[in-house]
């Protein structure tokens, strides 16, 4: 036996130890390796479980949320503006108006064609044609249009007091109008949405520019 556990590569004295004891260090070495083997499987499923449901709460939370774009109208010049306050008071105005559409969704809204009303005093002035289209996904759709606004066609009891308004050196008008459409998320989820718009502008008619201007 004493024979037999004296190996040329390894003989007993030089290294301090029996056969015996390495067999039984080799497989204490082969428990660690596979221990470690397995904690590093173990490790990875976790790891990989964990991207997974972020993964999916991410999707759910961020990416499948459908939020109604915005519908506003931005800060624009006055092109003409006239105003008469004295003996038939009256205002005629043109402009072209930034009407925008801002999409945050992570997919494309199309939305029908649409009419954004001016109104003063709560009765129209005029009209802004909001043609069919899309606003891309994170993006904002820019659409300019020409206006013409008018007090022709204002009833008598505004009118009868627009001549003071407009001595105040100040026209207010709202924007308001809703765009109708569907928001199509990764090419096949769908969800109709609408977006108003109300914006009120105060306009100062000796300088002829907006100066403020809100959207709810
Ligand atoms: C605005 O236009 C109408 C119709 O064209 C006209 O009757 C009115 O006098 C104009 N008002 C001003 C202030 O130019
Ligand atoms: C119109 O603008 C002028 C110049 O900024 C300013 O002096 C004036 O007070 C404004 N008018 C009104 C009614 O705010
Ligand atoms: C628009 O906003 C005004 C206040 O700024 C509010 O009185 C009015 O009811 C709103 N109109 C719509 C259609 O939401």
Redesign the pocket.
Known sequence: MAEKNQNQYHPPESNGYHRNDQESLHTMEDEEAKRKKRMKWTIGIIAFAIFQVVQGLFFILVIMKFKSPKFRVGDFPVQTLTVETQASPSFNMSFVAPIRVKNTNWGPFKYDASTVYFTYGGVQVGQAIIPKSKANFKSTKKIDVSVTLSSANLPSNINSNLGSKLSSGVITL?S?GELKGKITIMFMFKKKKSS?M?C?MAINTTTKVVQSL?C?
Request: glycine fraction near 0%.
């Open positions: 709202t308001q108003q109300n009120t809100s709810k």
